[in-house]
């Protein structure tokens, strides 16, 4: 059973995706511990220590992604679950902007994945996946 | 905490409570003068102020149009709004306030406004109003010649609105529902609710002095599949509270569900009942006015379906003949879009809303039926609101938050149960497949369930929560009603 | 040239003539053999033959769109028809043929194809099918996976039909009125129905073999405030005329006008009287369906704008429930569409239809009068051609438009007397405000007169012919009804 | 009094534009000789040199104004009215081009003055008017 943490960083309040995205994992058999909307740095942390998650999946939908995530990386090092996956998704950056650029900025501040707005849930559970694969995890898929 | 009940504040418990409010963040220090705040506002040209333009456009018939928009800097805030005008020819202009002072998190908007100044772009969702203090806000409604609004997401919003108002901003966005249900996770309803009265005694004494600051409760709450008898109910909540501490003027909003006919309808009751409860309660002298937001969900990416999405909104718009339209961009489903996107959202509304303005008022059978029973659904939740709260209307919204008869769909807040389950009926329209508690009979229930197995039928699968996620998404991949898998068109295509 | 009558002709007649029409270019020899096209007829999938794709719609309720495009070279063509049906998701294709052709001036299209070929880059507004030969056709038809039509405006199509349907084309456009008022100055219009009774012959030769072509007769005319009788009565007359000839696949089509309810009751009206017709008279065997064109006049050259005309025409045509919609593209204003600027025009009418499609038809007291009204018209002016034919609605249709009894307004045909004058009334709907010799009755004539009054007084100036020049400027200034100078909104600026 | 031709030249059949300058010049005090659509370069010259026209206004709204208005400025010198006024409007070529790029070609070819899509008459009679003052002609305006 591998379990996640979910949850809408900084004071992002855009809450339809997390909801949408707690089911999709759950689904796919994924033991999801979802922290809602508005979730600190502190709080994902916590959470990922007591659940003992293999990934943090963090959406940032109204552009402060930047500013909220800064320093992450470094804090989950520090709280001893360095090599947690982070996965981050949304709409990342103020404005439409190039996603490559976006996905270059994010994967040097230590971010896993890196997903362009309006994905579908099954990009990130295959991602995941695969992901967990590559690190000797393999997830029972349930029948669906 | 005061105790709250539906009932006019003494200017001395605003006054009271203002020294704490300004200490805020510095710049509240800005504003301690109100007399030099409502003299300001007294020199405002007549053609700038919200509530006359709302005042001249409605028994005209015409539908006046508003973007969203801001940003963090001054000077690009101004030169943004000024295009917005100019190009785009929006009547009505506003002023997005940024995520962080909506959570009252004046260090965080100043860190961000730093990085902005820094980086010479934005990096900042809105305009730090509080952070940039009165001066600024000055500087911008001067800039422009159309009337402009705050317009935020914010529970807490008293620093803001002292500020923005003795800025120079002629209407103010929220309400103690509506900017916390879709907007908070845990700020107790009751403090939001007294904060807001907060702000509307603080419009109310403006009005004492002769100065109308328009007041909109923000209507489409989660913007996603919201019951029309949900978001009408809270729209005349917030309506009569604001009302009661001597709010003049006021526009109800409505956001489009996506069925024509449930939006004419649900505009056109909201702005009957409203009005008739306006009048009921004493408060006829009340200008109402009524507020159309194009699609508030999920918006394709691709920019030519956006514009569709964009005009079918104005159609709805313009039949329902609301006061005045907010308008999306092109660019919505992928961030806060460029001037230029804004403009073009601007000028494909205007040109709907122009090719259809002289035609016939739609009325049909099914507009008839929708208004009947959004009525009636908003009736029974409004009474059983009074009968919590024992005849007070404040104290009832509270109460009927807690035991879920009133409830908002998909609210990150912690304060509403989150058991209203919305869907989509065969033809599109709202209804409601989870009820949870909310205040309605079981005939009306009834009538929901009747719609929901008619699409179960058609479709050929039965009513379940993956209906709701597949409707969720289907506007964004390019349809109303979302099908199974099976019944897709390929329009939808997954993005990379 | 023998005398027009409404009769079949036999088959004798046609392949005694056609010697002469292959003649027409040294494209004409590759067609000699007419069991060769049948037989290549005969192989196209089913999915590619536009009849079936009408005949699996139409019942379906769906709404299938179709762009126009058409380009000079063969392969610029074929890149430009599977980018429409991949991206653009089209559900039917075109390919639109350049001027030259259409006026069999096949000289001056060989000087196009080129400098074309010289260039890189089409010099010709259409694909050149008669130049280019059977062999190119081919190659075009096979290189897509659905259906597509030639669509043109060629008085004398014999040559062109008879390439074209060798070439695997399963729809062709046109009809001996529709394709010579509103696209030449002097062809007779005699002339040109005994030309295109030759190409409804020829469809209906294959027929006999089993192989169905799509017929449409050009709704919109000169697409520019066409009333809708009078459109609807000249599809109608060619409708019948091609029954008659043996054709068993027709589509009658419609240009949008603007007001709401005239463009749904006007096409129910041509679909209901049509079929009615065609039924009595002994073509009930027709597979009858209906295209709507988004807005036919000129356009906004601000594409956002462009966008929202787009989307209004397709509402009215999801309202009016079409079988197919023609799409415009953002870029109308200015010239030939890009390949992309038209496969935004498609996916935003794809948009504004899915989101459409499941809600309930729209059923309105205004749609109903205009419904009345309209096929009132449309029988009258029918009954007229009829009289004047002494029952033959070919020979009637030539006097008609002699004696005026029948007229095209705005037409830059001499074969018209372009007496007919149309105007808005005060919602936006097209009446006449000057009739000619239109075989109307006086009841109509006051009903119309009425209705521009009402509008008259609304604008507090008379009814003259400045009302009519601002309603043709007005779609592309961004509006429906054009206003008095003094009246106009600042949106319609002046090109620089 | 000054005379002008108006036209549609080539195969081109659109004619709304057409009725509608034919009324504005006409209206603006300019003696009209609508040929309307579909004029061969032939019938303009004629039509100038019977009615003694200053100017020739051709509209091209189909895209094939380059194939059709080729070599008209040699033939009104051939045929002695050299300096007749040559203007164009319409849709000149076939798809959007950069104006400024389709305003030299058809100046190369001779034409006074070139105007983009969509203009309303008064931008072509204004024009007409500078040109004749600039020749020594005023017209006189009509009340309107
Ligand atoms: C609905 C909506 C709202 C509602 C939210 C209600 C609620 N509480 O949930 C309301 C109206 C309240 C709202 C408010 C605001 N919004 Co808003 N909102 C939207 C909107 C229209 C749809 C969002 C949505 O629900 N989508 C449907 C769900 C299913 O999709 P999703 O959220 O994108 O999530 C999916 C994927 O992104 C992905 N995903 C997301 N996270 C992750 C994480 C991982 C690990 C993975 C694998 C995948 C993944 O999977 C999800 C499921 O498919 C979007 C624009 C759009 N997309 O069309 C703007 C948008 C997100 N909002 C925006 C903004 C800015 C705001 C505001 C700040 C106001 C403002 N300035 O305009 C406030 C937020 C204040 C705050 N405190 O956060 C911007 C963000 C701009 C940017 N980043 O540049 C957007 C893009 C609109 C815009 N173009 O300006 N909003
Ligand atoms: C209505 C219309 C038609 C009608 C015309 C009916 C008729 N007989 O008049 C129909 C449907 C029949 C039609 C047919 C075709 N059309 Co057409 N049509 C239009 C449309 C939508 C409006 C034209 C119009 O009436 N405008 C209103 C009048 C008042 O404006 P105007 O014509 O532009 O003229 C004004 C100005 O340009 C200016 N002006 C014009 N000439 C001059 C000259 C001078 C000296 C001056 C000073 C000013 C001036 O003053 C006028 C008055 O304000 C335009 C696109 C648009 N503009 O939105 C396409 C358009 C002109 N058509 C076009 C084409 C290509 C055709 C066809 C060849 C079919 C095809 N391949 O698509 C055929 C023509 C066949 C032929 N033999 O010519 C293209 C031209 C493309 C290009 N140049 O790249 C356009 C631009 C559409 C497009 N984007 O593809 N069309």
Redesign the pocket.
């Known amino acids: 059973m591998v379990n996640v943490v979910?949850g809408?960083i900084?004071?992002?309040?855009?809450?339809?995706?997390?909801k949408?995205?707690e089911i999709?994992f759950r689904d796919a058999g994924f033991i999801v511990h979802n922290l809602g909307?508005?979730v600190s740095q502190e709080e994902f942390i916590a959470a990922a220590i007591e659940t003992n998650a293999e990934a943090l999946?963090?959406?940032?939908?109204?552009?402060?992604?930047e500013i909220d995530c800064r320093g992450l990386r470094e804090r989950c090092i520090e709280a001893g679950i360095g090599d947690i996956l982070l996965?981050?998704?949304?709409?990342?950056?103020?404005?439409?902007s190039d996603f490559a650029e976006v996905k270059q900025k994010f994967t040097d501040m230590g971010f896993d994945?890196i997903?362009?707005?309006?994905?579908?849930?099954e990009?990130?559970?295959d991602?995941?996946r695969a992901d967990l694969r590559g690190r000797g995890l393999e997830l029972e898929i349930p029948d669906v | 905490m005061s105790t709250l009940s539906n009932t006019r504040w003494p200017a001395a418990r605003l006054l009271a409570s203002r020294p704490e409010v300004l200490d805020g963040w510095k710049t509240g220090r800005q504003v301690e003068d109100l007399e030099e705040a409502i003299a300001y506002q007294a020199a405002i040209p007549q053609a700038k102020r919200f509530s006359i333009a709302l005042r001249v456009a409605d028994p005209a018939g015409e539908t006046l149009v508003q973007p969203?928009a801001?940003v963090c800097l001054v000077k690009e805030h101004i030169n943004l709004l000024q295009a917005l005008e100019q190009e785009g020819q929006a009547d009505l202009l506003p002023t997005?306030?940024?995520?962080y002072t909506?959570?009252n998190r004046y260090a965080d908007a100043q860190a961000g406004i730093e990085e902005s100044t820094h980086s010479g772009h934005s990096h900042l969702?809105?305009f730090p109003a509080v952070n940039l203090g009165v001066h600024a806000c000055r500087m911008v409604t001067e800039a422009v010649e159309r009337p402009i609004e705050v317009?935020?997401?914010t529970p807490d919003a008293r620093l803001l609105a002292e500020i923005t108002l003795a800025g120079g901003f002629t209407a103010f966005e929220g309400g103690g529902i509506s900017y916390n249900i879709?907007?908070?996770k845990s700020v107790p309803l009751e403090r939001s609710l007294l904060h807001w009265q907060y702000v509307d005694r603080l419009v109310g004494l403006y009005a004492e002095q002769g100065i109308e600051i328009n007041r909109e409760p923000?209507g489409?709450?989660?913007?996603?599949m919201v019951p029309p008898c949900i978001s009408n109910v809270v729209a005349i909540i917030e309506a009569l509270l604001a009302a009661e501490q001597g709010v003049t003027s006021i526009t109800v909003g409505y956001?489009q569900c996506g069925n024509l006919y449930q939006d004419v309808a649900a505009l056109c009751s909201l702005r009957q009942l409203c009005g008739e409860l306006l009048e009921s309660r004493g408060h006829g002298a009340v200008h109402l006015s009524t507020v159309f937001h194009q699609?508030?969900?999920?918006?394709p990416p691709d920019e030519a379906q956006a514009f569709g999405v964009i005009s079918w909104g104005t159609v709805a718009a313009a039949f329902s003949g609301a006061t005045k339209i907010i308008s999306?961009?092109p660019?919505?489903?992928?961030?806060?879009?460029t001037a230029e996107a804004n403009i073009r959202g601007l000028r494909c509304t205007r040109q709907v809303l122009s090719m259809f303005k002289e035609q016939q008022p739609l009325a049909t059978l099914e507009i008839d039926r929708e208004h009947d029973l959004i009525t009636l659904e908003t009736r029974q939740l409004l009474n059983a609101v009074e009968r919590l709260g024992a005849g007070d209307l404040a104290v009832g919204t509270v109460r009927a938050f807690q035991s879920g008869a009133l409830d908002v769909p998909?609210?990150?807040s912690r304060e509403a149960r989150g058991a209203v389950i919305p869907v989509r009926d065969l033809h599109g329209a709202i209804r409601i497949l989870e009820f949870g508690n909310l205040a309605v009979d079981s005939e009306i229930k009834a009538i929901h369930r009747a719609f929901l197995e008619e699409r179960a039928q058609a479709e050929g699968r039965a009513v379940t929560f993956q209906m709701v996620t597949d409707d969720?998404?289907a506007v964004?991949k390019g349809r109303l009603v979302g099908k199974p898998r099976s019944q897709r068109s390929t329009m939808g295509r997954r993005m990379p």
């Open positions: 979910l809408v900084g004071t992002d309040c855009h809450a339809v995706g997390n949408i995205l999709a909307v508005m999946l963090i959406s940032s939908l109204c552009g402060h992604a996965y981050l998704g949304g709409n990342l950056t103020v404005g439409e994945r997903f362009p707005p309006g994905i579908m849930p990009d990130g559970i991602a995941l | 969203r801001g997005t306030i940024d995520s909506r959570h969702n809105g317009r935020h997401g879709p907007y908070a923000f489409p709450l989660t913007g996603t956001g699609w508030m969900g999920g918006f999306k961009s660019q919505e489903a992928l961030g806060v879009p998909f609210a990150p969720i998404y964004s």
